[in-house]
């Protein structure tokens, strides 16, 4: 591939309602829907799309977008490519001239950080490694979307559901986002995730802000306010009553008792 691409690249916002007209174009297209939901249609398929779906265009395809919430796609269009890259292309759409792949939440997260790198750098458009540059990120972001669909039939494990978790403790987490990370309904999340951990969601989050509040009273000198704030209580006083329930003991009694070397 010695001519220079031709290449469209951006993050588009669209308003709720919008529709773009069925068109068509000469590149190959992907396009990963980062927030809210809407129809992507072909001359005879009729896709719904929601946050976290990568849509795959062949060229010359007649295609048309519209959304049902405000939306927010990463795009990126790029014509030729090489051999090799149509190839890798064509095994991720099984050869059909639309494809949709779901990226479980974590995947989502790495593109777009993927993506957000590639919109700075490849606003520089540097003349002579240009082409090589761009096939390098297509082949990329393609190799990452084959990846998706290799593990698991793109599911997350329930280890990756706890550490999100564990890893998200000073948020508001709904069992409605942790069933869309494991393409699972909520009351199967739920029956799967007490089998394996022997509690519910909600209870492994509040067994682990217990323990990370309780680590943080004894080992360090924080404020209580700013404890309560870690583990996901936007005041001191509801923390204070979680607490207090929890242990028969305010957080500040806690404290003073085991910074004192008492035991649990």
């Known amino acids: 591939m010695n001519e220079m691409p031709s290449l469209y690249t951006a993050i588009d916002n669209y308003p709720s309602g919008w529709k773009m007209g069925m068109h068509k174009h000469p590149h190959f297209e992907i396009a990963v829907v980062m927030l809210g939901c809407g129809t992507v249609c072909t001359e005879d398929r009729y896709l719904s799309f929601r946050q976290g779906d990568a849509i795959l265009i062949n060229p010359e395809v007649p295609h048309d977008f519209s959304s049902n919430t405000p939306i927010r796609i990463a795009v990126l269009q790029v014509d030729p490519l ?99 990370m494991m393409n699972m309904s909520e009351s199967g999340l739920r029956a799967a995730f007490k089998k394996a951990h022997g509690l519910s969601p909600k209870q492994y989050l509040q067994q682990y802000r217990m323990s990370e509040a309780k680590t943080m009273l004894q080992l360090t000198d924080k404020p209580i306010q700013q404890i309560a704030q870690q583990v996901g209580f936007p005041g001191i006083h509801a923390f204070s009553a979680w607490f207090q329930k929890e242990t028969g003991a305010s957080p500040s009694l806690w404290r003073r008792d085991h910074k004192a070397g008492n035991p649990d």
């Open 82 to 180: 090489t051999l090799e890259l149509r190839q890798l292309f064509h095994q991720i759409t099984n050869e059909e001239q639309l494809c949709m792949v779901p990226l479980a939440y974590y995947a989502l997260e790495r593109y777009e950080k993927l993506f957000s790198i590639w919109i700075h750098i490849s606003s520089l458009r540097a003349t002579k490694l240009f082409n090589q540059f761009v096939r390098t990120w297509v082949q990329l972001f393609l190799l990452f979307l084959l990846d998706c669909i290799d593990h698991q039939d793109n599911r997350v494990t329930l280890d990756t559901v706890s550490a999100y978790i564990r890893s998200n403790i000073d948020k508001d987490i709904r069992i409605s986002e942790l069933a869309r």
